[in-house]
DNA sequence: ATCTACATTATAATAATTCTAAACTATTGA
DNA sequence: TCAATAGTTTAGAATTATTATAATGTAGAT
């Protein structure tokens, strides 16, 4: 979804009805400068915290979810124990720096094309993604 | 682990004591031919049922944890919603079938080198590894 | 054989997520 | 306008995966 596009018809051309709460977690999520990567709790402490709102739980997950199927958000996975989720929805890669538990997206120049030589029987390709996982390199320290 | 290798020694070179759970364990998982993808869930399955052992789960949980401490499993994140295992510990790509939800090792020659032209500063790369996903191509289908 | 540190186990606890069912509300059209 | 209705939110319960606890068991040392 565009930074502050008009929320109110965005949800409505997806068939979501604009209800206060989805229009105050598009604002959360879309108006931003960069890429938002996040996980449930995230957006729960931001909705909570920062803007001074008060959003259910069970609200939280259901609009992420429909999000996600309506493809406003992806899910990202980089860590088996809870789900990422990006509000770029495109394919693309990923740094993860392993200190702060912080995704970065990385462009098209960033990362030179994949080129895959073997191919399964029957199966098309869907994605290819790559994750690079990074940490402080700690030159410093013996 | 090497293939029937001998367990109880392999076991002691890591420190750790060879209990009879231990061993079934290890023979479960590195007496294969071929690398091994696993959930918790595979795991526990596979023990009662095919061999017939009663271990407790939260033996197989500890274990599973005790052996990739030690570098014999490896996690694979593919899905946020559980852990994937890997006997192959080496830094390798991967193919995932989304329809039947089992991975598929990459060698050497499945993909090429992969060229990172973007560094994060203070930071070093610790691993790059690629996700392929698939699905059956469906092409008579309509 | 005895000791002891470590391991296993059943069970309880926790955490993330999903379900349920009642209350609420955006939209429709009389 | 204003009900009717279908979709939405919500608190709380249920479920699932995982981890913690603490009692019991055992491998390895003496
Ligand atoms: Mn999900
Ligand atoms: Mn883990
Ligand atoms: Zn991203
Ligand atoms: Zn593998």
Same mark, same amino acid.
């Given at each position: 979804m565009p930074k502050n596009c008009n929320f109110i018809e965005k949800l409505r051309e997806a068939g979501l009805r604009p209800t206060k709460q989805r229009i105050k977690m598009c604002e959360v999520l879309y108006n931003r400068e960069k890429t938002f990567h996040f996980t449930i709790n995230d957006l729960v402490k931001i909705i909570s915290e920062k803007m001074n709102e008060k959003i259910s739980l069970a609200t939280v997950y259901n609009t992420v979810h429909a999000f996600e199927k309506k493809g406003y958000l992806k899910e990202i996975s980089i860590d088996s124990h809870k789900s990422y989720f990006d &509000?770029?929805?495109?394919?693309h890669h990923h740094f993860f720096d392993? +200190? &702060?538990?912080e995704l970065i997206d990385c462009d098209e120049? +960033?990362? +030179?094309k994949i080129n895959i030589r073997k191919n399964i029987k029957g199966k098309k390709i869907n994605s290819v993604e790559v994750l690079v996982r990074v940490a402080s390199d700690n030159q410093t320290q013996k």
């Open positions: &509000t770029n929805t495109s394919a392993e +200190d &702060t538990h120049s +960033d990362i +030179d």
